[in-house]
């Protein structure tokens, strides 16, 4: 599964990530949380907005999006993310905004924002307090090999990988 949450004290949901991005959710008064492993492929398929139509299902009444937040992990960065023309597709047949979170390289392929697609997408969902990784490349898990596990960057080199754990828990 891309995500996990949960109402109950105690419990940790947890999400496995080396370059993908884990996102945390939770609402202002900490009654739920929710961990989401979103990498291109979840995020585009819809794993923010499935997790609020769950959310909003479970609400006795209407529930505001602006009483969430949410909190961005390390990821591959937009400097080192790069992807082919059917990424950037998947993405744009949501909603053309998302071009601006791709920059073009030569051959067809593109730079992807990671990111800053999340941002999009939590903010299509009304989500605007969102905290944690603005693609800087302190947040790069390719870039950060003293930091962080990448995926992507033991297929280059003769590195093994780890995975990381992003966590969110009620008391």
Known sequence: ADACGSEAPGVACTVLVADCLPILLTDNGGSRV??????????????IERTLEHWRALETNAGDASSLMAWLGPCIGP????VGPEVRAAFMAVDVRADAS????EGGKYLADLPQLARQRLAS???????????SRQWCTMAGAERFFSHRRSQRSEEATGRMAACIWRE
Not at 79 to 82: L, N, R, V
Not at 102 to 105: A, V
């Open 34 to 47: 929710a961990a989401l492993h979103a990498g291109w492929r979840g995020l585009a398929a819809g794993v």
């Open 79 to 82: 400097q080192a993310f790069e």
């Open 102 to 105: 791709f920059r073009p390289l």
């Open 125 to 135: 969902q009304g989500v605007v307090r969102i905290h944690g990784n603005d693609g």
